[in-house]
């Protein structure tokens, strides 16, 4: 019998569901189960084929036993190696190389030196910075954010050089971005999973955080829908994540990936909705059940991107041949009421 887990935390909806669904299709010598851990040795597997991760981006604990049951041939989702040495400065880096837009971004060294550093760890390091040409390549209004942050904590839109130099004093020893603004007219976020089941879902950022998933309306642009598809699979089969979102802003008809570094999306129903709740479950259940049946114990099942593929292989980054995208039912609305409530987009 193969089990499939779910690792989680504080949330409800998605961990019972997505158990209760696989268990209700009566697969064949596989069930499913919240993951049960007392105890880690190194080496020594976890009675798992799969886990899917919900939780290991906040807890270390979690993060390094997952590795140990990834080396013992558990398939993680997501891939616990790729998604702790993943950030958003890359990603952006690999999604020019690759062909997706994003906004013009630049990185940005941290005001206070890091713990156990001094101004002589940073001799290689200019200053000050060049900051005339920094915020030309940039413009204003910007927004800032750490490089390797998450949730909206710690960003802030800038109007001026004066306003930048502001608000960078204060961010102690965050290493931050410095980015374009997208001033947009649509909004996507999109469901990815197994690099090939894509839901898309109008998204409206500046609305309360119950009211940013846009249900009811008419169907945008085909052409539009089709492009942001088309990313949607670039972006995770290059970076080889399993399950994952990405999110466009659309400006002068053209969508600019704004985050797509999610090891563990949003998925309860509260926030995204019945709809888009019951597509995330059926298609999570779907994908997990094909990974329990391909896994094989002791040997590495994990997803690996294009990236770290064609790194390893010393082939070029770009042209290698990718997996099929499957068809998707996507609904997309009308833009939703403006709101008060300012949301950082860039």
Known sequence: MKKIGILFGKENSFPQAFVDRINSKNEKDITAEFVKVDKVFQGEPLDYAVIVDRISQDVPFYRSMLKNAA???TAVINNPFWWSAD???FNNALALKIGVPVPKTVLLPSKEHPEDTSEESFRNLSYPLNWPAIFKYVGFPAYMKPFDGGGWKEVYKMHSS????NKYNGTKQYVMMLQEEIVFTEYFRCYCIG???VKIMQYEPRNPFHER???EGATTDKKLLDTIKKYVILLNQYL???FNTVE???RDGIPYAIDFCNPAPDADIASVGAENFEWVVETAATYAIERAKKQKPGQDNLTWGEYVKSSAMGSPLVGMPLAKPVAAKT???PKAKPAEQEKPVG
């Open 248 to 250: 466009f802003a659309v």
């Open 162 to 165: 004066e306003d930048f130099f």
């Open 195 to 197: 690099g090939k089941y």
């Open 87 to 89: 950030e958003k400065f």
């Open 71 to 73: 080396i013992c041939g």
């Open 240 to 242: 080889g994540y399993d």
């Open 331 to 333: 609904k997309a609305a």
């Open 213 to 215: 998933y846009v249900i």
